[in-house]
């Protein structure tokens, strides 16, 4: 019957039979494990595009029962961990951020994983803040373990382990991130058990105003770059409290399954954009709070929903003309209109961003990425109208898919390997080739900034950059710059070691010298899309980066 259901959920004149097959297996539940998850994955399909109000309700109804399912199965459980299934458990060694947050959204579902500790000593470092002097003589001695100081604690209040460990956490900001950094270092490892959890894949769903039910799954649009090119309005600038339970539910669906996204980790309330993609799909996307930016590029998050189920996720990089990005499906939701979805997600970015390059990097489609080769991910974005960025590659590329076309063939991972040595390149009308910002130049911008930084002498860190800081804004006429907002002032002072590498900007226009300035402070806005279109139109700064470092290779 799972089978049965399974070979269905995209059928979608078979309502009444999917409604049935539901009941029946309630009535019956699978018991081996195998049967289990496909089950999940069916209904959670069923619920993100349903036929029906009928299967919708039915679908939506065996979620809510499904942790009876899950708790009955038998087999090794440990095959089912990272799905995010209900009666499940994810293990994760998180960041400090994403912790904090299990550990509020989630109180006593999450703790650490011992078993997965040998050393506990950058645990005992950790620990340190939260040692009272009275307890220092019997754990420094060694007497007492760090287990055991943590039952003793945990014992008396109640807490869990995590919550033990994060009082430590200090109040303010730069002492925050020290701690935070030591945390990451220490990369605690943390078990989910999600029980019948709010934040299990099952359950985890925004709320949308009207569901939509299918007639079809939508193809792939006929002419995809034309397709992507072009504009759609259809995408809102959240409020701080509707973005809030946005980030909510993005964070669950990757935290539930062991994955992470640093804009997501580090997410804007103030910059959640949320895109209608039609027939009840959604985009959300991500900005990053001003102090986790990125120097020159922008770092997005985005969710793909839909009917509120999160079906999909990634991320984009808006870097001058071009974004880096790919997609990431659930497992649950392929077979779908992935297709469709993607080339609409492009579409949003694109309107968003007004990028006329899309980059994706080799590892989306195989270079060191066994599971996109098994899926053959390279035709996916070839046929999307990606094209290899190496002109050797290219050429296979044009003679595998005649090869593959004629023949009604699948390529052979051997080929599929080839194919995925490089990027891929997705242009749109108005790409110019001297647009282009290789990404290695990143790298080179980060160097070039430390020499700067070095050649300031014995100054320490923060005295270096604000020396930088205080000439370059001498330089460009940036006066009253201390009755700036304090985010833009740092803005300005992280930018400026990279911003001075540029030759005579003292001799610029005064028009051009106030677009720069006004760049770098926008790095510090509490929407970065405001930097993104302004780098995009700005004639300075990025193309001088761009002739400075063609020339230096």
Not at 534 to 552: N, T, V
């Amino acid at each position: 019957m799972v089978r049965r259901l399974f070979g269905l959920r995209a059928d979608f004149t078979a309502g009444q039979q999917k409604v049935e097959l539901i009941q029946r297996i309630l009535a019956r539940p699978p018991r081996r494990l195998a049967d289990v998850t496909r089950l999940h994955d069916t209904l959670l399909f069923l619920c993100a595009f349903p036929d029906s109000p009928a299967v919708r309700r039915a679908a939506t109804a065996a979620c809510g029962r499904f942790h009876r399912i899950a708790n009955a199965f038998t087999g090794a459980r440990y095959r089912a961990e990272d799905t995010g299934m209900v009666g499940t458990i994810t293990r994760d060694a998180c960041v400090f951020p994403i912790a904090e947050w299990l550990h509020r959204a989630f109180a006593g579902e999450v703790d650490i994983d011992w078993r997965e500790i040998g050393d506990t000593t950058i645990i005992d470092a950790l620990l340190r803040p939260v040692l009272q002097r009275a307890e220092e003589d019997a754990f420094d001695s060694g007497e007492l373990s760090t287990r055991e100081w943590f039952a003793l604690r945990g014992g008396a209040s109640g807490e869990t382990d995590l919550g033990l460990l994060l009082r430590g956490t200090p109040a303010g900001t730069r002492a925050r991130k020290s701690f935070a950094a030591m945390y990451d270092a220490a990369a605690v490892p943390l078990r989910w058990r999600i029980g019948n959890s709010a934040g299990a894949a099952t359950h985890n769903v925004l709320a949308t105003a009207r569901p939509v039910h299918r007639r079809s799954m939508r193809p792939a649009p006929p002419d995809p770059v034309r397709f992507i090119a072009s504009a759609t309005r259809a995408i809102e600038l959240l409020s701080p409290r509707r973005a809030a339970r946005v980030i909510h539910v993005a964070r669950a669906a990757l935290a539930s399954r062991g994955r992470e996204v640093h804009a997501m980790t580090y997410a804007n309330p103030s910059e959640v954009y949320l895109a209608d993609l039609g027939e009840g799909a959604s985009l959300a996307v991500f900005g990053v709070v001003p102090e986790y930016r990125m120097s020159l590029e922008a770092n997005y998050g985005y969710l793909m929903l839909s009917n509120g189920v999160p079906i999909g996720y990634g991320g984009v990089t808006p870097l001058f003309r071009q974004a880096n990005t790919g997609l990431n499906i659930f497992p649950s939701f392929r077979g779908g209109e992935a297709a469709y979805l993607w080339a609409a997600t492009l579409r949003a970015f694109q309107s968003l961003f007004g990028v006329r390059r899309f980059v994706v990097n080799g590892y989306q489609v195989g270079h060191g990425n066994r599971e996109a080769i098994k899926s053959g991910a390279f035709w996916f974005y070839y046929r999307l109208g990606f094209r290899p960025a190496d002109p050797g590659v290219r050429a296979l590329a044009r003679r595998e898919y005649a090869h593959i076309r004629v023949r009604e063939t699948r390529s052979g991972a051997s080929t599929l390997q080839k194919l995925a040595d490089g990027d891929l390149w997705l242009d749109l009308p108005g790409y110019r080739r001297r647009d282009y910002f290789d990404e290695a130049w990143l790298i080179e911008s980060s160097r070039r900034a430390t020499a700067a930084l070095t050649d300031e002498g014995r100054l320490a860190q923060d005295g270096a950059a604000g020396a930088i800081s205080t000439r370059l804004a001498h330089g460009l006429r940036a006066r009253q710059m201390a009755s700036w907002p304090a985010a833009e002032q740092r803005a300005f002072q992280r930018l400026a070691p990279v911003c001075a590498l540029l030759p005579a900007m003292a001799r610029w226009s005064a028009a051009s010298r106030t677009a720069v300035v006004r760049l770098m402070r926008a790095k510090g806005l509490p929407q970065e899309r405001e930097f993104v279109l302004l780098a995009r139109r700005d004639p300075r700064f990025f193309p001088g980066l761009i002739r400075l470092y063609r020339r230096s290779n």
